[in-house]
C-alpha cells in the first residue's frame, strides 16, 4: 500500500485530529523501577505480569501495524515496559521494517541492555533510538531507577549505539521538582557536546500509583529559562504536526533540546497518538481508563476489514484531552479517574 492510498482513506477523530502515530507496547516487564512508572514497592518480586501466551505475537502486531498504516499511521514507536527485556525483539523490527508506509520507525529504551543489543537492533532495520536517562548523578539515578543501577550502564549503551550508526540519539528525561531537576543542565551540556538532543519531560500524572502532585513539577519554561541562563536558547519551529516537544535551539548552532509540557502547556488539540498494549488493547490516550480489544477478535478470526472497522470505529469517536481538563478536576476527581499504567502502554 502507497503512502498516497493510507492518506487516502486517513481516519479523523471527533476534534479532527487525525490519526498518525502508533506506539507499540511490547512487553509490560522492566529491567528497572522507577519511582514514577514502576515503584518497586508496587511492582515487587510477586508482582504477576502478563504471561507469554497473553502477549500479542510479533506476527499479531506486525499485521495491526499494516491495518494502521492503512488508516494514516506513519510513525511507529516501540515502547514497554522495557523493550529490550521481549525475547529477539529484533525479528519484530525486521517485520516492521518491511511495512511499505512507515516514515519513521523508532524505539524508546533505558539503554541497559543496549551494550549488547545495538548492533542487532540496527542490523534489523532500526533506523532511531530513543533513550530515557533522568539524571548524569550517580547517586540520584540509582535513586530513581529503583533497582540501583548506575549511570555508567546506561551511557556504555549509548555509545554502543553511536558506534553502530545511530545518531542523532535522543534523551529524555522526567523533571521532578527537588529529585533531579538541579541537574537537568549538566544533561543539557553533556548530550549537546555528544551531538545528540535532549527533551525534558514535565512530571505527568500518568497512572495511579506514582503518588504525583503538581507541586513535584517543574514547568517546561522553567526549564527553558535554567538552560538558557547558562548556554543560551531560542525558539524552533516543530518538524511536523502532532510533534510533543517544543523545540529550542542553541543560539550558537551546537545543537537543540525539546521539552514536553503536557501539564503545563497541553497539546490535545494535535494529539495524533494511538497506543497498542502487549495485550493488544487499543488506548487513544496516555491518560486513557479503558482499551479497545483487538487480541480476541484478531485471535477469533477476524478479517483485516473487520478490525480495520474495529479501529475506525474507536478513533472516529476519540474526544480524548485529559491535559486540558487535568487543571478544572480537583485533586479527588483525579484520584478517583483509574488511568491505564505507563509501564504497561509505553510514555
Excluded at 70 to 98: F, H, W
Excluded at 117 to 139: I, Q, W, Y
Excluded at 199 to 215: P, T
Amino acid at each position: 500500500m502507497t503512502t498516497t492510498d493510507t492518506q487516502a482513506i486517513a481516519v479523523l477523530d471527533k476534534f479532527r485530529r487525525p490519526l498518525r502515530d502508533l506506539r507499540i507496547s511490547v512487553t509490560d516487564r522492566c529491567n528497572f523501577r522507577c519511582t514514577y512508572c514502576m515503584p518497586a514497592e508496587i511492582f515487587g518480586e510477586r508482582y504477576e505480569f502478563l504471561q507469554r501466551a497473553d502477549l500479542l505475537s510479533f506476527e499479531e502486531i506486525a499485521r495491526l501495524t499494516r491495518i494502521f498504516v492503512g488508516l494514516g499511521v506513519v510513525k511507529v514507536r516501540l515502547t514497554g515496559g522495557e523493550p529490550l527485556v521481549r525475547s529477539e525483539i529484533e525479528k519484530l523490527i525486521v517485520m516492521l521494517a518491511d511495512v511499505e508506509g512507515i516514515g519513521d520507525l523508532t524505539m524508546t529504551t533505558n539503554a541497559y541492555l543496549l551494550p549488547q543489543k545495538a548492533g542487532t537492533l540496527r542490523n534489523a532495520g532500526l533506523p532511531r533510538l530513543t533513550v530515557s536517562l533522568d539524571t548524569l548523578d550517580d547517586a540520584i539515578f540509582r535513586e530513581m531507577n529503583g533497582r540501583g543501577f548506575g549511570v555508567g550502564r546506561v551511557l556504555e549503551g549509548i555509545r554502543a549505539a553511536e558506534e553502530v550508526g545511530f545518531h542523532p540519539i535522543k534523551v529524555n528525561a522526567v523533571v521532578q521538582r527537588g529529585v533531579n531537576d538541579h541537574t537537568i543542565v549538566e544533561l543539557a551540556r553533556y548530550f549537546r557536546e555528544r551531538g545528540h538532543i535532549m527533551r525534558f519531560i514535565e512530571y505527568m500524572d500518568v497512572g495511579n500509583l506514582n503518588g504525583w502532585r503538581l507541586d513535584d513539577v517543574v514547568p517546561a519554561e522553567e526549564i527553558v529559562a535554567r538552560i538558557d541562563a547558562e548556554m543560551p536558547l531560542e525558539p524552533a519551529e516543530s518538524n511536523y504536526r502532532g510533534e510533543v516537544a517544543n523545540r529550542y535551539r542553541y543560539k550558537d548552532g551546537s545543537g537543540e533540546i525539546g521539552v514536553i509540557a503536557s501539564v503545563t502547556q497541553p497539546f490535545c488539540g494535535d494529539c495524533t497518538r494511538l497506543r497498542l498494549s502487549p495485550e493488544g488493547m487499543l488506548f487513544t490516550c496516555l491518560f486513557g481508563v479503558n482499551g479497545t480489544d483487538l487480541r480476541t477478535p484478531m485471535r477469533d478470526g477476524a478479517s483485516d476489514s473487520e478490525l480495520t472497522e474495529v479501529i475506525r470505529g474507536t478513533w472516529s469517536v476519540r474526544t480524548d484531552r485529559y491535559s486540558e481538563e487535568r487543571s478544572s478536576m480537583t485533586d479527588e476527581l483525579r484520584a478517583r479517574r483509574k488511568k491505564v499504567e505507563m509501564y504497561h502502554i509505553g510514555g
